[in-house]
């Protein structure tokens, strides 16, 4: 950060050589004051007496000569090298500028005064900055956003096409990545030869966009470094103002993993007051596939403060459906409505693969797993939500397993190269794996297929199995750990006779699961030894979760418990989730999807919520088509439309992050501190329309040469009356 500092400059230096002409009445001056010899007479005595009489005046008339006329050469010079005034130090003569702009494209900057926006403000003082360009002189612009997006790089010349350009600039609805700007910016001052440079931030220095993260802190210094390097002018103008009211939709969602046709469902939102006075009357509405649903009553939000709201739904077609929470638009509408993509199913698909598979009735490994899900006995008009397959291991790497929303593996004992290629392909879809151990595990086959040293698809380390089921000797019972998990969750507050139907099941052998150092996976229910029973993991776009006993009575009574139902059908629930999970981004996140490998040449478009198409392309990625699209900076509903050989068409929805809601900006000191090493001229906002003006250069505030021409005809008419006025008064 500098302070205002005013230097001279001059368009054309070169002609302050001219200046030594001012020299030229100074020499006539002193070449007439040469010496002669002095002869006396009589007469020069009458005439030595006048002149000593009115000598005084006449030195003062003579200087007063030389210097109006020196000055003229001095104003003649200089007003032909046209000086102007520069802050932030001295442009060197005859160069050309290239002046960067860089807009804050982040969601505050859509904060409307008057009904107009921040960020309408910044491009109409952009537009004069490159209209009152001088001749010779180039602009860039790049846009602060997450990610940033260079607009122009190269120094455009053509300040008619730059201006449209600036004109035609979108709001993104995110945040900003300050470290990305910086590199960004330093990428398009390196592609400039032009000497002298200027950057100019139009920005409304929100706290949640200029404060980097800790984690970022290093290379936001290094990226600062590289551009301080290059010596830019840097000017900050400031558009935000202190205060300011808003109140945000800062969540919606489900209270279930998967939904399914006829299944009654919560949606919760929250309601944030960002503002510092009471929100009054805030009705929150939902809407559902383009339809007003219903609205919580009024209700006031004191500054600070959450409304959080809940309404009940039941989908009665299955499919991609569209909910939005919305309130009343503020001064800040983008983030009035927050969207919620939920992909209804008519049933869950779940496939379990039998690892010692045999015809009588609960001999099978999957038996007791498969009445669980699918209870044979249901009420008339409600079938089940989840349908079930029974293969055996030895079809697993022959089946298309995309049509499934979760592939349970029962005691399966070995793993091949085509089977864990099926699962990880699978898994990258957004599939959910679940593992049951058993005694036909082999250990060291599913460390080396499965974990791979941490890298594989298995969130643990197998160990060898703990206990014997084969004599029933020292049981063990679980700890569900206070109940925590989401698995278990429904059973926290339960009484004892509920609880008992969890904590009081006996297991008589289980496998060992170590967890690598660091791991983010989740163990939501133990044994009483401390070794985990049931793990959580995401892997890829999918989920994993991992049960260290059998899923049937072979090492363990859970399965004839009243527990085991309900927390199977939420194992598979969550299991299942990925695909629905992937629907809902946060805003500048790219938004990825695997299809099927068969769909690689199926061609792919992207209808965004302003309603443009823009192609898309899937990629060959480990055996699964790879859709990947960046162009996510607008909140709102996205539909990805792959054609033939898919045929399919689903959505997803991006939503703002819920700090840039928060209208909290920093003053010139705290910017200071944000961006250490950064040296900057700061333009307070209650004076920056000031320098629309002038807008040609923000450290320029005028050229001198017009008022030094003007000065040098006052003093020619002055000079011709002195000189006249002084001849006239000569003594005779």
């Keep these: 950060m500098v302070p205002l500092i005013w230097a001279l400059g001059f368009a054309n230096a070169p002609l302050l050589y001219g200046l030594a002409a001012a020299s030229v009445p100074i020499l006539i001056h002193l070449l007439n004051r040469r010496k002669f010899r002095e002869v006396r007479w009589a007469a020069m005595r009458f005439l030595l007496a006048a002149v000593r009489k009115n000598q005084r005046r006449i030195r003062v008339e003579q200087w007063l000569l030389l210097a109006v006329r020196t000055l003229i050469i001095l104003l003649v010079v200089t007003a032909m090298a046209r000086p102007f005034l520069e802050s932030m130090g001295v442009v060197l003569a005859g160069r050309r500028v290239h002046r960067v702009l860089v807009l804050d494209a982040s969601m505050s900057m859509g904060y409307l005064t008057g009904g107009v926006s921040r960020f309408d403000e910044a491009k109409a003082l952009a537009g004069e900055m490159i209209n009152g360009s001088r001749p010779g002189d180039s602009v860039s612009v790049l846009l602060m956003g997450k990610p940033p997006r260079v607009v122009i790089r190269t120094p455009s010349h053509d300040l008619k096409s730059v201006a449209k350009e600036v004109a035609d600039l979108s709001i993104t609805h995110g ?43 290093d290379g936001l210094k290094r990226a600062i470094a590289k551009v301080t390097a290059r010596q830019p002018n840097t000017i900050v103008i ?66 600070g ?5 809940a309404f009940p739904q039941e989908f009665s077609t299955p499919g991609d459906h569209i909910v939005q929470l919305a309130l009343d638009d503020d001064a800040l509408p ?82 091949g190269q085509a089977d864990v290629a099926a699962l990880e392909g699978y898994l990258e879809q957004g599939g959910g794996v679940v593992i049951f151990g058993g005694d036909q595990v082999d250990a060291e086959n599913y460390n ?92 890829n776009r999918g989920t994993v979760i991992v049960v260290a006993t059998s899923a049937d009575t072979g090492w363990t009574t859970w399965p004839i418990h009243k527990s085991y139902v309900p927390i199977m059908q939420q194992v598979v629930l969550r299991a299942s989730a990925g695909r629905m999970h992937e629907r809902n981004i946060r805003v500048g996140q790219p938004y990825d999807q695997a299809f099927p490998e068969s769909a690689l ?86 004076n920056w329309k000031e320098l629309s003006g002038d807008a040609a250069s923000v450290g320029r505030r005028g050229e ?29």
Aim: some cysteine; proline content about 8%; glycine content about 8%.
């Design 175 to 217: 945040g900003t990545d300050l470290t990305a700007t910086f590199e960004a910016l330093d990428r398009v001052l390196e592609s400039s030869t032009i000497v002298h440079k200027e950057v100019v931030f139009l920005t409304d220095l929100q706290a949640a966009s200029w404060k980097a993260p800790e984690a970022a802190v």
């Design 704 to 732: 001198l040469h017009r008022p030094m021409l003007l000065a040098m005809l006052v003093l020619l008419l002055l000079e011709s009356f002195l000189a006249w006025k002084f001849g006239h008064n000569e003594p005779i």
């Design 601 to 686: 040449t199926a061609p792919t478009t992207v209808v965004t919520p302003k309603g443009l198409s823009i192609a898309g392309r899937l990629r060959p990625s480990g055996g699964v088509s790879q859709f990947h699209f960046e162009q996510t900076d607008l909140a709102g509903r996205y539909q990805v439309r792959i054609g033939a050989p898919l045929g399919q068409e689903s959505s997803f929805a991006a939503n703002p992050d819920p700090a840039e809601s928060e209208l909290a900006r920093l003053d010139q000191t705290a910017l200071g501190v944000a961006m250490p090493g950064w040296n900057f001229l700061y333009v307070h906002p209650t």
């Design 448 to 539: 080396r297929w499965l974990y791979q040293d941490g890298k594989g698809l298995l969130p643990v380390e197998v160990g060898a199995s703990v206990g014997d089921a084969a004599k029933k000797e020292g049981a063990f019972r679980f700890n569900p750990l206070g109940y925590r998990h989401p698995l278990i969750a429904d059973y926290q507050g339960a009484g004892g006779p509920v609880t008992a139907g969890l904590t009081q099941a006996l297991t008589w052998q289980y496998l060992k699961l170590k967890l690598p150092p660091k791991s983010s996976a989740q163990v939501a229910l133990a044994f009483e030894t401390g070794d985990p029973a049931l793990i959580e993991a995401s892997r």
């Design 334 to 415: 983008l983030d009035d409505r927050r969207w919620l993509v939920v992909p209804v199913r008519e049933s869950l698909n779940v496939l379990l693969v039998d690892g010692q598979y045999k015809p009588e009735a609960y001999q099978a490994e999957t038996d007791y797993l498969a009445q669980a899900l699918a209870p044979s006995e249901v009420s008339p008009g409600h079938p089940n939500a989840i349908k079930v397959e029974v293969v055996s291991e030895s079809q697993l790497s022959r089946r298309d397993l995309s049509p499934y929303d979760a592939v349970v593996l029962c005691n399966v004992g070995l793993f």
């Design 238 to 303: 400031d558009l935000g103002e202190p205060g300011g009211e808003n109140r945000a939709v800062t969540e919606l969602r489900l209270d279930a993993p998967v939904v399914t046709v006829g299944s009654g469902v919560q949606l919760r939102g929250l309601i944030h007051n960002h503002g510092g006075k009471t929100a009054q009357g805030v009705r929150p509405r939902l809407i559902v596939d383009g339809r007003v649903g219903p609205a919580a009553p009024p209700a006031d939000i004191a500054p």
């Design 305 to 309: 403060d959450d409304l959080p709201v």
